[in-house]
């Protein structure tokens, strides 16, 4: 069986590969890339541990064969915060309501959170809810992530504003 | 999990892609969204040596909206479905559905053609295509051709579809305006497949139903449509009496599976209830 050649942009940077056409994109991110922030939780497209961003939408990257991101921009969890290090909003949000325990689910729900904010930046706590169904997480009981994911909201359209 | 080797194609073209197919009989499979085929492969439960990856086929793709046919591009997610405001004012169904699906991550990538195609009966849109007598547009093997969704399930993961052939469009006459509709689907929890689901469209004139159409997901091995359980309810006031009429219609024609979602006689159980539901839910949207 031939290899692939794929092509694609990870959080900015452009990179180059040839590949088993099984490998899986998590695969590829945690083991070529070494970009192990995407976690892999059940390996069946339940629990949203692998989320990653790919061009513009939340996907569970455990569940999708490296060649069919050939092309995409793909963002994860190494590419949330500021290039100097500071933590973007939902992250320092997870930070100050503590938001995780074991943090196993938190890179998929942070990366999930950014971009539900991004589609929809003042979410009701049923659309948080809803908005991030497709992570688990199994410390948590979730109160505390759904109020940091508010409190997130609240303190991004206050910088908007400012801007 | 690691799935068996294959080689990847990503043709351009719908006669490219259906050239895949049949270069490669018997050992290549449609790719769309993989949130069906990918679980089937890790599991060697599928093995092809040739993914014909159909995303960047533009003629699958998009939405339109006439005034008689609603067009589905096979390549359409399941979230494309869900934001479609257009779609949602003529035909409201297909959004409700489509947003008990899986869960938003899963419907970003899953598509309405791999939904459809798949032949699993616990899929949520086959049904609701059965009740809005939507027909799939074939094309391969020198031909092209449409089969009712009423006549396209033979069994699970059986279909009339050929190796050979792609699913292209999805086409739905648009259901009579002042319509009422409802999707009830039953499931254990979030990105569940149901336990019993019921979707239901029907038309009142003066306090009488004039026309219904009721489907039933995961409670056979195929979706039902269940023209016994319509029938009792045209000519009605859709009270008590022509309700039981139509819950007891749909519940006999099913035939679930005893698993983890409950013994069979439970799961026929709440497709009546869902039935139910989904008719007074239904009542109460028709202008
Ligand atoms: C955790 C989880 C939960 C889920 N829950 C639900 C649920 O509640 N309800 C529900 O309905 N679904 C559910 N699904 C399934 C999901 O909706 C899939 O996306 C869908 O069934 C298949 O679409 P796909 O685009 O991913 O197709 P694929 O997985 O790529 O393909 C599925 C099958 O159809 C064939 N195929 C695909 N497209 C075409 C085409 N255009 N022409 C011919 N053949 C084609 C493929 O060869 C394959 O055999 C769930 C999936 C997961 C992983
Ligand atoms: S590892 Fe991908 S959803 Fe759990
Ligand atoms: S913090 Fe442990 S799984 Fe969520």
Redesign the interface.
């Given at each position: 069986?031939?290899k692939?050649q794929v092509n694609m942009t990870v959080n900015g940077k452009a990179v180059e590969a040839a590949v088993?056409?099984?490998t899986?994109l998590i695969h590829f991110l945690r083991e070529q890339l070494n970009l192990t922030g995407s976690h892999i939780g059940c390996?069946?497209?339940?629990c949203?541990a692998c989320?990653v961003d790919l061009n513009g939408?939340?996907?569970?990257s455990c569940?999708?064969?490296v060649?069919?991101a050939?092309g995409a921009e793909i963002t994860t969890i190494e590419g949330i915060a500021q290039e100097d290090g500071a933590l973007h909003a939902v992250q320092e949000a997870f930070r100050q309501h503590h938001g995780l325990q074991c943090g196993f689910c938190t890179p998929g729900m942070i990366t999930?959170a950014w971009r539900l904010l991004q589609e929809n930046p003042a979410p009701t706590e049923e659309e948080i809810r809803?908005?991030i169904?497709?992570n688990l997480c199994r410390c948590t009981g979730y109160q505390n992530i759904v109020r940091a994911i508010q409190a997130a909201a609240a303190d991004l359209s206050v910088k908007e504003a400012a801007e | 999990m690691i799935s068996a080797e294959f080689d990847y194609h990503r043709p351009g073209t719908l006669d490219q892609a259906i050239g895949l197919l049949s270069e490669h009989e018997g050992s290549a499979f449609v790719l769309a969204g993989g949130h069906s085929l990918i679980p089937m492969m890790k599991l060697r439960l599928a093995t092809p040596e040739h993914l014909v990856d159909i995303q960047d086929i533009d003629e699958l793709s998009g939405i339109t909206v006439s005034e008689r046919m609603i067009e589905i591009g096979a390549t359409v997610t399941q979230s494309d479905l869900i934001a479609s405001g257009e779609l949602f004012d003529a035909c409201p169904i297909l959004r409700e559905t489509a947003l008990q699906i899986a869960d938003p991550q899963i419907r970003n990538v899953g598509t309405v053609g791999g939904n459809v195609a798949n032949g699993d009966p616990g899929n949520d849109l086959p049904a609701i295509m059965q009740l809005l007598d939507a027909e799939y547009v074939l094309q391969g093997g020198g031909r092209m051709r449409a089969v009712k969704a009423r006549a396209f399930y033979e069994s699970a993961f059986f279909t009339v579809r050929d190796e050979g052939e792609i699913l292209t469009t999805i086409r739905i006459p648009v259901p009579p305006s002042g319509h009422g509709h409802s999707y009830q689907k039953q499931k254990r929890k979030v990105g569940d497949y149901a336990t019993a689901a019921a979707g239901v469209i029907l038309t009142l004139s003066d306090e009488t139903c004039t026309s219904a159409s009721v489907a039933l997901t995961n409670v056979a091995d195929t979706p039902l449509w269940a023209q016994a359980a319509a029938d009792a309810l045209v000519g009605t006031d859709l009270g008590a009496r022509a309700i039981n009429e139509a819950v007891d219609a749909a519940r006999a024609i099913t035939e679930p599976a005893s698993d983890g979602r409950g013994p069979a006689d439970y799961r026929t159980h709440v497709a009546g209830i869902m039935v139910q539901r989904a008719i007074l839910t239904a009542k109460s949207r028709a202008a």
């Open positions: 069986m031939s692939t088993e056409p099984r899986l390996d069946t497209s339940h949203g989320t939408k939340s996907v569970k569940t999708m064969f060649g069919q050939e999930r809803y908005g169904s497709g | -």
